[in-house]
């Protein structure tokens, strides 16, 4: 029973809707939620979502943890994946949608690397084809619950993150990812929320403290001392308190919260670790706090 405050998985098979740019890393997420015991289903056009959802949902002892992988290499099958959707609510299928993204740089150099074309460019370039998916996966993208940017990581950081996200059982615990960043590097692709902490004095114009990093502790003690910065962490949490409660109730797992300041080394780094630690305070979350532009200047 629950205690009405915590929500408990259903009875039924989980569905996930794995998805993304090509090159992304699907297959690797695919592997690790396979290690993990899910049912893992790749390269599924999307008419026969309907069929293999009712199939395990006459057995969620036998698979209760559906992975569907579909892709543009499926063609022109693929355009019908948002009436595919559409029947797995009218259905009452409770699923979900994970979407890999990377940078366009990035994702040439994967094909490039690999020596093979992208699924869409035909008789054009690889970046030709990489601006047809953008385009053919965008509302895709925005419907997506989860977004899971791989630009910085590898296989084996891609196949953590996968573990992080999707072998939790029992009480839905929500997972946090507090980001710190650098506005200078180009805004996160994969954050929910998103904060500007440039508002505070910058210590790299302190001599004595510019070659530390935020999580040092005279940076963060500067950073964290000037006027308004209390108040910020403060208030933001505040603010995320009624969002985390209504992921609890809406069912959904995970967050991004990113916080930019110019080169995301001092300010954007002392506060994301404040508020990590903060957020790790409230019931039911498990919090990690990255800092995706450190050690870059």
Same mark, same amino acid.
């Given at each position: 029973?629950?205690? @009405?405050?915590?929500?408990?998985?259903?009875?039924?098979?989980?569905?996930?809707?794995?998805?993304?740019?090509? #090159?992304?890393?699907?297959? &690797?997420?695919?592997?690790?939620?396979?290690?993990?015991?899910?049912?893992? $289903?790749?390269?599924?056009?999307?008419?026969?979502? +309907?069929?293999?959802?009712?199939?395990?949902?006459?057995? !969620?002892?036998?698979?209760?943890?559906?992975?569907?992988?579909?892709? $543009?290499?499926?063609?022109?099958?693929?355009?019908?994946?948002?009436?595919?959707?559409?029947?797995?609510?009218?259905?009452?299928?409770?699923?979900?949608?994970?979407?890999?993204?990377?940078?366009?740089?990035?994702?040439?150099?994967?094909?490039?690397?690999?020596?093979?074309?992208?699924?869409?460019? @035909?008789?054009?370039?690889?970046?030709?084809?990489?601006?047809?998916?953008?385009?053919? +996966?965008?509302?895709?993208?925005?419907?997506?619950?989860?977004?899971?940017?791989?630009?910085?990581?590898?296989?084996?950081?891609?196949?953590?993150?996968?573990?992080?996200?999707?072998?939790?059982?029992?009480?839905?615990?929500?997972?946090?990812?507090?980001?710190?960043?650098?506005?200078?590097? #180009?805004?996160?692709?994969?954050?929910?929320?998103? *904060?500007?902490?440039?508002?505070?004095?910058?210590?790299?114009?302190?001599?004595?403290?510019?070659?530390?990093?935020?999580?040092?502790?005279?940076?963060?003690?500067?950073?964290?001392?000037?006027? @308004?910065?209390?108040?910020?962490?403060?208030?933001?949490?505040? *603010? +995320?308190? !009624?969002?985390?409660?209504?992921?609890?109730?809406?069912?959904?797992?995970?967050? &991004?919260?990113?916080? @930019?300041?110019? #080169? #995301?080394?001092?300010?954007?780094?002392?506060?994301?670790?404040?508020?990590?630690?903060?957020?790790?305070?409230? !019931?039911?979350?498990?919090?990690?706090?990255?800092?995706?532009?450190?050690?870059?200047?």
């Amino acid at each position: 029973m629950s205690d @009405g405050l915590t929500p408990v998985k259903p009875p039924t098979s989980e569905v996930l809707i794995v998805t993304g740019m090509s #090159g992304a890393g699907r297959t &690797t997420a695919a592997h690790a939620l396979e290690d993990h015991g899910w049912y893992v $289903v790749e390269n599924i056009p999307p008419q026969l979502f +309907l069929t293999l959802t009712d199939l395990v949902g006459r057995s !969620p002892e036998a698979i209760p943890r559906l992975a569907l992988v579909v892709d $543009v290499r499926s063609k022109e099958l693929f355009k019908d994946i948002q009436e595919a959707l559409g029947q797995l609510r009218a259905q009452g299928v409770d699923y979900r949608v994970l979407f890999l993204d990377a940078s366009d740089e990035l994702l040439v150099r994967r094909f490039e690397s690999a020596r093979r074309p992208h699924p869409l460019q @035909g008789s054009g370039r690889i970046p030709d084809g990489i601006a047809v998916e953008r385009l053919l +996966l965008r509302e895709l993208k925005e419907e997506a619950e989860i977004v899971v940017d791989t630009s910085t990581k590898n296989v084996h950081s891609l196949a953590t993150t996968i573990t992080e996200l999707f072998t939790e059982s029992g009480p839905i615990v929500l997972r946090l990812n507090v980001m710190s960043f650098g506005f200078k590097y #180009g805004l996160p692709q994969d954050a929910n929320f998103m *904060a500007d902490v440039r508002f505070l004095p910058n210590p790299h114009w302190v001599p004595e403290l510019r070659p530390f990093t935020g999580r040092d502790t005279a940076v963060s003690d500067f950073v964290l001392q000037q006027q @308004g910065a209390s108040e910020f962490v403060d208030h933001y949490l505040e *603010a +995320l308190v !009624p969002v985390l409660d209504g992921y609890r109730r809406e069912n959904k797992h995970y967050a &991004t919260f990113a916080i @930019g300041c110019t #080169g #995301g080394k001092h300010r954007s780094v002392a506060v994301a670790e404040e508020l990590g630690h903060r957020l790790s305070q409230q !019931p039911r979350v498990t919090v990690n706090v990255h800092h995706r532009d450190l050690g870059r200047e």
